[in-house]
């Protein structure tokens, strides 16, 4: 814990202030005595339901079967942000959600739906045309299969599939025509496996999108995820992204950086979990020579030092997504794909080349639950990298806290006229397709015009970064950071720069305190000890 000039003040007022937190147990109070978790068992068995016991030739029949008891589920998920994939901040009025935000990845899901809404929970969002009112085509089962054997089919705008075809096109990977009826007599409760199906896939792949979310989190154990370890908790997702009317709590679009509210309380609360504090309080930490790690709560976030790195279950995260170096192909003119040594595919002709990681230390940015995307048509500045989105908070900002991230960061096309960002039309059989003709000009074209924005006909590239919230992957309280890793000069929180942090800023008026109060507790004790000596030999020489 030296300061930025190298002296050793700070780590002697870090002492007699009581701020080495290492010596302070962060044994949770509610979680210190933990008892078995006893999993409920349904009061309903569906394979005796005789609704069920059809034959059933398409995904929309099971719904309707579904929707004859459970009358009012498909009209409570046509309000939510699962179905709409859109959704108005309530602070800022800003439309967000996969409907409207650009990102990094694939970029948008305009023009791609048949693609993109494979992880839609509905069926049949092909189009514009597509009726977000009809119940019947609210998807039931990818949300509450229990058998494993439900998927939707990659390209068939979240149907599963109903005859045996290969996927991709040509290959020797046929996909088995789903047992609808087997799957509907076994419903129940979701599980990590049914929101892994898309969440764990984000961006195209396993790990790709969250960081903290990859297939490692179906069956982790405790060390990896101390929530929903098999051999601990054991937790599904919904035990703390709780449910009312199928709307799901938590999001990364209107988050809660700071629940000062604390242990929620059953018919009192908002019944949601999404929170460390709903459950561990905004105190969680024992009280023993200090409450020093308390004192930190308003204004570092639980999963600042309870979540070291991610990506740490043997999933990599892709951190770095070229789409310059797309489109090229080999002599022969075939499509190129290439490899790390772990396997992971670093270029593809469809996608350009990629970076991956495992074991990430996060970024750390201050979070309010303020936060910006960059929409369509704002206008930016080619010559910087664009931040696809922004967090509001400061040291200053009681709202605000410390908060980790995994960056996502990349090259795409813009729009060079406008200097705004774009759509991008990547698949689909028609021509102007990306993965089709590998013209930028009319990918791009095309997708702006469905998405009904304008697009000045050149375009070029930018590098852009985009941050994403952790808070999975949590692991036991003995791997938690320690002092150190913050309170020292090229700590995790270096770039964080607007207050003032023992053990790693210098000031030189505590400086000068602190020096004065060494020199004067080294001066006191010296001239106490001279006057022993002196009164010692007095005694002497009277004798």
Known sequence: MFSRNGSLIHSALLVFLGINLSIISTISFAAQKNTPITKTTSTADHSKFEELKKIFKTGPEVT????????????????????????????????????????????????????????????????DSFDFTAQDKVDCLVCHDTTDTYKKFPTDAGHPNYKEKAFPKGSKKIWKVAD????????????????GVCHFYGGGGDGVKHGDLDSSM??????????MGVDGLNFGCSECHTTDGHDVKGSRYNPVAKDTHGIDVPGRDDNSRATCESCHGVTPHESTLNNKINDHTDKVACVTCHLPTYARGGVPSKMWWDWTTAGKKDADGKHIKMKNEKGYVTYVTKKGNFEWAE????????LSGDVRYKQLDEVINPDEVVELNTFAGSYDDPDARIWPFKVMRGKQPYDKGNNTLVLLHLFGKDKAAYWKSYDWDSAISAAMKEGGAEYSGEYGFIET????????MVPPKDQTLGCSDCHSKDGRLANLTDFYMPGRDN??????????????????????????VLFARKRRMKL
């Open 218 to 227: 179906t069956n982790p154990d405790k060390n990896l995820d101390v929530h």
């Open 359 to 366: 074991n990430v230390e996060p970024e750390y940015a201050w």
């Open 507 to 532: 000031n030189k008026i505590l400086d000068t305190i602190g020096w004065l109060a060494i020199a004067g507790t080294l001066g006191g004790v010296g001239l106490h000890g001279l006057v022993r």
């Open 465 to 472: 970064s985009m941050h994403m919230p952790l808070a999975h």
């Open 180 to 195: 609808l009826s087997n799957v509907a007599q076994k419903v129940g409760k979701t599980r990590r496996e049914n929101c």
């Open 64 to 127: 309707k079967a579904c929707i004859s008891c459970h009358t009012e589920a498909s009209k409570q998920l046509h309000k939510t942000k699962h179905w709409n994939w859109q959704f108005t901040n309530p602070d800022n009025g800003e439309v967000v959600g996969k409907k409207t935000v650009v990102n990094n990845f694939c970029l948008s899901i305009t023009s791609n739906l048949p693609r993109c809404t494979s992880c839609h929970i509905g069926y049949g969002w092909k189009d």
